[in-house]
Each structure stands twice: as C-alpha cells, then as structure tokens.
T-cell receptor, first 117, second 114 residues
Framework: AQKITQTQPGMFVQEKEAVTLDCTYD???????LFWYKQPSSGEMIFLIY??????QNATEGRYSLNFQKARKSANLVISASQLGDSAMYFC??????????????FGIGTKLQVIP | DAMVIQNPRYQVTQFGKPVTLSCSQT?????MYWYQQKSSQAPKLLFH???????NEADTPDNFQSRRPNTSFCFLDIRSPGLGDAAMYLC?????????????FGQGTRLTVV
C-alpha cells in the first residue's frame, strides 16, 4: 500500500505568489514524522521542513510552512512569495519507527514545481 | 562544506561489471541510507545501517550489497549491473534524535550502464 501520496505531478506558480503542494500519508503508528525535500535538477535532496506527529503547531521555516492536518492525514507544503529558484521537484516523505528502534523514511512520487516570471 | 559526500558524481560501467559507489559523512550520524532513484520516480530505499546493524529492504535485489566499515563510510556494491540498474543513487545520513530527525543527502551518483 502506498504510504505517501502526492497527487500533483506538476504545478505552475507565478513569481511572488504562494503555492501549496499536497501530500497525504498513511500510517497506523502514532509516532511518525513528515518531511519535505526539494530536489533541483542537479540531483541533491535538500531538506526543507519537518513536522512530528506529536507537534502541536504547524512547522515553519522561512518561506516554507507545513499545513499539518492530522485527522485528515495530510501534510501540505506552502511556499510563500515564490522565487525562480524554487523551480524543482518537491518530495514529501514520512519517517516511521520500526521494531528494534530503527526507523524508515519513505518518499512520495514528487511534484514538479515551475515558477513563472 | 559538504557533509555527505558521494563519489563519484557520475559513473559509467559495463553491463555485468561490478561497480562500487562510495559515501562518506562528517556528521557522525549513526544511521546511513542508500536510495535508488530512477528517472521521474520517488527515491526507493535499498537498505540502511543503524550503527553497524544492517537492514535490507525485502525487495532489494541480491545484486546489491553494502558495507559500512566505520561510522564515516558506507559503500554500495552492485555485483553484476544490468541496464535496469541505471539510476541516481543517493546516500543519506541521520541521527537517532527526535529533535533533529531529518536525513542529510549527498549529491548522488548517477550510474549509467552500457
């Protein structure tokens, strides 16, 4: 079963506008974490923001904020004031604990964001 | 300064010829991961180390092996690469720390099989 679902293969946004990238997840464990990563064409995965399942407030990091709706199992990324350099693939990922104290990070299929001047 | 370094950035290997990709880290993280990412797909976890404990994903082919001789280094060995193994290989590290659980990635090695 798919753990992380990103339903927007591609998105366009005008420069300086805000954009929301959708992510839903599925887990039965009460302790988990959600991440967003940015992958430019160079290939490197860049960490953007993290939300723990027990965190009361939505995470924010500069222009990035995570709209965490636990009951709906969604963790959408909001990018405010889009810049041309924001054009990239964006991946939602989930960390789940495994037996023995290990953890596993699973990625969604990604959303390609293009910022238009 | 790069904290997770993968070498080489680009690797071309012949069909069936063993190849090794390397990853080193300066973060002293206890967890290291290898992901395979094919074009337009999500990164797929191959295996990970929790300290010296090796964890293999159930669907990782036997053709893929890994070694972690110490905390800083991790290697991905592909014993007999096939055309279907052409992909970007991403190494990542993380700490077992709930306050800072994010994984840090290297720049990846793009493997071409000819």
């Amino acid at each position: 079963a798919q753990k992380i679902t990103q339903t927007q293969p591609g998105m366009f946004v005008q420069e300086k506008e805000a954009v929301t990238l959708d992510c839903t997840y599925d887990t039965s464990d009460p302790s988990y974490g959600l991440f967003w990563y940015k992958q430019p064409s160079s290939g490197e995965m860049i960490f953007l923001i993290y939300q723990g399942s027990y965190d009361q407030q939505n995470a924010t990091e500069g222009r990035y904020s995570l709209n965490f709706q636990k009951a709906r199992k969604s963790a959408n990324l909001v990018i405010s004031a889009s810049q041309l350099g924001d054009s990239a693939m964006y991946f939602c990922a989930m960390r789940e604990p495994l037996s023995g104290g290990y953890q596993k990070v699973t990625f969604g299929i990604g959303t390609k964001l293009q910022v238009i001047p | 300064d790069a904290m997770v370094i993968q070498n080489p950035r680009y690797q071309v290997t012949q069909f069936g010829k063993p190849v090794t990709l390397s990853c080193s880290q300066t973060l002293n993280h206890n967890v290291m991961y290898w992901y395979q990412q094919k074009s337009s797909q999500a990164p797929k976890l191959l295996f990970h180390y929790y300290d010296k404990d090796f964890n293999n994903e159930a669907d990782t082919p036997d053709n893929f092996q890994s070694r972690r001789p110490n905390t800083s280094f991790c290697f991905l060995d592909i014993r007999s690469p096939g055309l279907g193994d052409a992909a970007m290989y991403l190494c990542a590290t993380s700490r077992d720390d709930r306050a800072r659980p994010e994984a840090f990635f290297g720049q990846g090695t793009r493997l071409t099989v000819v």
